[in-house]
C-alpha cells in the first residue's frame, strides 16, 4: 500500500528536551516536506526536500532540522523544543513538479 | 511571497451546491491545487488545475482564472461527510520555486 508513516503519532515533552519525529514513504517520491498546523493559521511549510541531500527552508524553519539521507526518509528535529513549537505537524511527499502531495498521518506535539 | 484567501467558514444544506473561493497573491505560480482535511485527518488531495478553466472529478470541480489571481472549488449533491475543511494550495513547481503554501482553510458545515 502506498503511504506516508510518521512516528510517533503523539508526543508530549518538555521544553530542551531534543525529540525526533520521523517520516517514510515508499512510492518513490523525491518531493518530501514538513508542515505545521495551528488553528487558524492552517499548514505552514516548515522544511521541504527536492531529493538526497538537498533540502531548504519553508516559511516557519526556525528551531526545526531536518536531514535527507535516503529518498524514503525524512526525519524533523527539534533541537531544543519549546512550548510554541506545540502543534499539528504532517510529513508529506510528492512527484517534484507534481500538483499532489500525499500526507501521513499527522503526529501531536505538546511541549511543556 | 504568497498568500491564499479562503472564507473561514461555510455552511450549506445537504444535496445542495456549494463554492469556495480561493484568491491568491503568488510568485512562481504554476497551478492550484486543493485539499479535503476532516477533523483529525490528514489533508487528502481532491483536485488541480494547471491551466485555467474547469476540471470535473465526480461530484467535485475546480476552477481557475490566472487572469484574475482566483479559483475555486465547486461542491455538488452536498452529503453530510462533505463536511471538512477545504485548503486551496499553490504546488511545488518544476524549476525554480519549490515552496508550498497553503491558504488557512475553509470549514464547510453540512446541515440536514
Known amino acids: 500500500e502506498a503511504q506516508v508513516t510518521q512516528n510517533p503519532r503523539y508526543l508530549i515533552t518538555v521544553t530542551g528536551k531534543k525529540l525526533t519525529v520521523t517520516c517514510s514513504q515508499n512510492m518513490n517520491h523525491e518531493y518530501m516536506s514538513w508542515y505545521r498546523q495551528d488553528p487558524g493559521l492552517g499548514l505552514r511549510q516548515i522544511y521541504y526536500s527536492m531529493n538526497v541531500e538537498v533540502t531548504d527552508k519553508g516559511d516557519v524553519p526556525e528551531g526545526y532540522k531536518v536531514s535527507r539521507k535516503e529518498k524514503r526518509n525524512f526525519p524533523l528535529i527539534l533541537e531544543s523544543p519549546s512550548p510554541n513549537q506545540t502543534s499539528l505537524y504532517f510529513c508529506?511527499?510528492?512527484?517534484?513538479?507534481?500538483?499532489?502531495?500525499?500526507f501521513g498521518p499527522g503526529t501531536r506535539l505538546l511541549v511543556l | 511571497g504568497q498568500s491564499l484567501e479562503q472564507p473561514s467558514e461555510v455552511t450549506a444544506v445537504e444535496g445542495a451546491i456549494v463554492q469556495i473561493n480561493c484568491t491568491y497573491q503568488t510568485s512562481g505560480f504554476y497551478g492550484l491545487s486543493w485539499y479535503q482535511q476532516h477533523d483529525g485527518g490528514a489533508p487528502t488531495f481532491l483536485s488541480y488545475n494547471g491551466l485555467d478553466g474547469l476540471e470535473e472529478t465526480g461530484r467535485f470541480s475546480s476552477f481557475l482564472s490566472r487572469s484574475d489571481s482566483y479559483g475555486y472549488l465547486l461542491l455538488q449533491e452536498l452529503q453530510m461527510k462533505d463536511s471538512a475543511s477545504y485548503f486551496c494550495a499553490v504546488p511545488p513547481g518544476s524549476g525554480g520555486y519549490q515552496k508550498v503554501t497553503f491558504g488557512t482553510g475553509t470549514k464547510l458545515q453540512v446541515i440536514p
Open positions: 508529506a511527499s510528492g512527484i517534484q513538479g507534481g500538483e499532489t502531495q500525499y
